[in-house]
Nanobody
Framework: QVQLVESGGGLVQAGGSLRLSCAPS????????MVWHRQAPGKQRELVAA???????NYAASVKGRFTISRDNAKNTVYLQMNSLKPEDTAVYYC??????????WGQGTQVTVSS
């Protein structure tokens, strides 16, 4: 089973930045899509950003222009750079790895708290 190790969450003031990392236990080349989701208290989990093995990315409208998803093949890690953070970005952020027809694994989540 693929393990996903997330890091980088924390407490930041509004307008600040954080970078989340997700390192899968399997080589990133074999994973079709890496996704970051988030879930705020009392809300449904939502997709934040996704990146394919070919490097194509997409974003939720609420984070477009502020967040950037990227992958470092040499470090076997996917990042979510979050800038201009807002209190409404407060949530638990989850990394998700999808290998078509094989698996769909999730990390345990990392808390991001943005204070006003």
């Amino acid at each position: 089973q693929v393990q996903l190790v997330e890091s980088g969450g924390g407490l930041v003031q509004a307008g600040g930045s954080l970078r989340l990392s997700c390192a899968p236990s399997e080589t990133i080349f074999s994973i079709n899509v890496m996704v970051w989701h988030r879930q705020a208290p009392g809300k449904q989990r939502e997709l934040v950003a996704a990146i394919t093995s070919g490097g194509n990315s997409n974003y939720a409208a609420s984070v477009k222009g502020r967040f950037t998803i990227s992958r470092d093949n040499a470090k076997n890690t996917v990042y979510l750079q979050m800038n201009s953070l807002k209190p409404e970005d407060t949530a638990v952020y989850y990394c998700n790895a999808i290998k078509y027809g094989t698996y769909n694994h999730w990390g345990q989540g990392t808390q991001v708290t943005v204070s006003s």
